[in-house]
């Protein structure tokens, strides 16, 4: 009997979401390599930063670089003003290096959970995007947003302690953060310290197809389109083995030296790259650092961005207890 691959159970609402936006992003990546920027920004709608409590979170945009367009949005818990240091937390969005910024609802949305939930300081970061920016500009960028909270940590406020500061990123943005945490190792800053990594379903690749690309159905990272993001995002003539995609592949590079974050990686049982991301939290093992595996065998890739979702509460949870963990505490304020 012909096998059947299995499809992740999912709520109606979340099934047509994930259909449209799949939908759209396929009209928008053009055979030759461009964007059509025109349509994705119809469909996709950005917010601004509002310094009133929404959800029990005030929000404001800092430039960084204008000729550049780094930015990043902070986000701040409204209850701040009489709450001892909050961790900072400094997140890279997803969407394939492509598309979307922390504006962008899904994002804007995402970060304000973020910050109510974990009651720390969340600052999302604004990246040049591919093909129009190739790498490295992505991880030059970030690694330039933290020099700058390293030389201006006053403008997150009072209750910001960039001492106790993690990097997250889900996505591209996950790949994002592990390369901009290898630099921080490497030049150092002095005053933001790096404590911990959450890489939630990181982007990463390889040459190599695996066993969840061939079997896993996912329309948000089928291998169409993940092929299509790593061309753009490439040099010129790189191959999935760069260092900067197979990250713990032939041209791995040697981290065993460094001095780097611990780190949560966090899987979708339904991920098409699941597998890149076990080998990456593996990798991390052999290398000697503290690396934690959590995986979501009925969820898809990005359903953190859905709080209906009954395993988003829990990842959550999980990060909570992650960043407790690190600062080495007994447990932070959490409320859904």
């Given amino acids: 009997m012909p096998t059947t691959t299995p499809k992740p159970t999912l709520p109606c609402k979340v099934r047509l979401t994930v259909s449209f936006l799949s939908f759209v992003i396929g009209n928008s990546l053009r055979s030759n390599g461009t964007v059509n920027r025109r349509l994705i920004s119809f469909f996709t709608r950005n917010v601004p930063p509002n310094p009133n409590p929404v959800d029990g979170v005030t929000t404001s945009d800092v430039i ?11 986000f701040v818990p409204s209850a701040a003003a ?31 959970f973020f910050c109510r939930s974990l009651n720390a300081v969340i600052v999302s970061v604004n990246y040049r995007l591919a093909p129009e920016h190739r790498y490295p500009s992505q991880n030059d960028d970030g690694f330039d947003v933290l020099k700058y909270l390293d030389e201006n940590g006053a403008v997150l406020g009072n209750t910001a302690d960039v001492s106790k500061c993690f990097l997250a990123g889900d996505s591209a943005g996950g790949n994002i953060a592990h390369h901009v945490a290898v630099r921080v190792c490497k030049e150092g800053l002095r005053f933001v310290k790096i404590i911990g990594l959450v890489s939630i379903e990181p982007f990463f690749g390889g040459e190599e197809r695996t066993e969840s690309e061939l079997m896993t159905v996912d329309p948000m990272v089928s291998v169409e389109k993940t092929d299509w993001y790593w061309k753009a995002f490439l040099p010129n003539g790189s191959d999935r083995d760069h260092g900067a995609v197979n990250v713990c592949g032939p041209n791995a590079m040697d981290i065993s030296g460094l001095d780097y974050p611990n780190s949560l990686v966090v899987v979708a049982g339904f991920d098409s790259i699941k597998d890149w991301q076990k080998r990456y939290c593996e990798w991390l ?10 995986e979501y065998p009925n969820m898809i890739h990005g359903f953190h961005l859905f709080p209906d979702l009954p395993d988003t509460p829990l990842f959550l949870s999980r990060v909570k207890d992650f960043i407790s963990n690190q600062i080495g505490i007994p447990t932070l304020n959490f409320n859904f």
């Avoid at 960084?64 to 902070?74: A, E, G, L, Q, S």
């Avoid at 093992?285 to 959590?294: D, V, Y």
């Fill in 64 to 74: 960084v670089d204008t000729t550049r367009n780094i930015w990043f949005r902070v």
């Fill in 285 to 294: 093992r052999k290398s000697g650092k503290e690396a934690e595996l959590i």
């Fill in 82 to 112: 009489s709450a001892a240091s909050l961790p900072v937390v400094v997140f890279f969005h997803g969407g394939g290096f492509v598309f979307l910024s922390p504006a962008s609802k899904p994002y804007d949305d995402f970060c304000r």
